[in-house]
């Protein structure tokens, strides 16, 4: 995508994108080159964002771009590193949708809600659910069978090797998941109903509207350093609806941050969730179940401040 952009910069401003193949530069051409790559960068942003591009997505072409700059000198010896801006654009931290626990709660204890959903989304009632406890990527969740789960001591572990990372995380599973690995056990070898990963998210989406979470939500973007609201891609440009937001990442998001607002240490957190130690992702959750036990913490004390 970045080099069809490229192209696309190159075809509009009549301009090529130059590539500096010499080994030795002498400062005058230094400066020239330092001067054309900083005008490249501003005229390249501005295209970008004159295509209604956001932060994020810009900053990521950069990164892109200096990636090849950087694969130019050590690969070839190019000496374009020395030319390209670094950090031209700030990305932005995108917003983390989780369900709380008193959400979880519900789609686990309320028999009611679940007379009420049809066989396909009680199937996704229950992958999800699972999904919230376990904290395991979407592609691992799918490929569950019978060879993950191991007998202790008349307790049930989840065993699993991650597809991404190759680190292997065990999970004690509580008695409502080995209740849902009940329900499916003689249907299938796989553990857990089967789910296109192209269409879970349609799934998800409408439980979460049929569970009644279509709270309206403010959902901005980042443009040239300036929050813009987004709405929906409809002719009535309506906002978002909470239950828009959810998708199959929100179960890996939630079990984590669930795990960190009830009390449990970041480093089992981070065992049971398979996050590399000082994974920068892993520690926007921590941020998030801080403001959760701090809103939390707030809440307690503002009752015991009633007279």
Sequence with gaps: MCLNLVRL?????????????????NQQHYLAQRKYWKQFAWDFADFLYRRHSFDNHVANQFKILRCFVNYCYKEKGWLLNRFFPLNFIAKEAIPIHVITPEQLSFLINDMGFEKSLTARLLQTKDFFVFGCTVGLRIADLLSLTIKNLEEIDGNTYLVVQSAKTNTITKLLLPAYTRAI????KT???????????????????KLAEKAGWTNVISKTR??????????????????????????????????????????MPENLVRKVSGHAPGSKEFYRYVSLSQHLQDDETKRVFNILAVK
Excluded: W
């Design 9 to 25: 910069f190159e075809n509009e401003k009549d301009n090529r994108f130059l590539i500096y193949t010499g080994f030795k530069t």
């Design 181 to 184: 690995l009940e329900k499916y």
């Design 187 to 205: 249907k299938s070898r796989f553990l857990l109903p089967r789910f296109n990963k192209s269409n879970i998210n349609i799934y998800i989406k």
């Design 222 to 263: 980042m443009q040239k350093g300036v929050p813009v609201l987004l709405f929906n891609h409809d002719k009535k440009k309506t906002l978002h609806r909470f239950c828009d937001q959810l998708t199959s990442h929100t179960m890996r998001r939630t079990a984590v941050t669930t795990l960190l607002s009830l009390g």
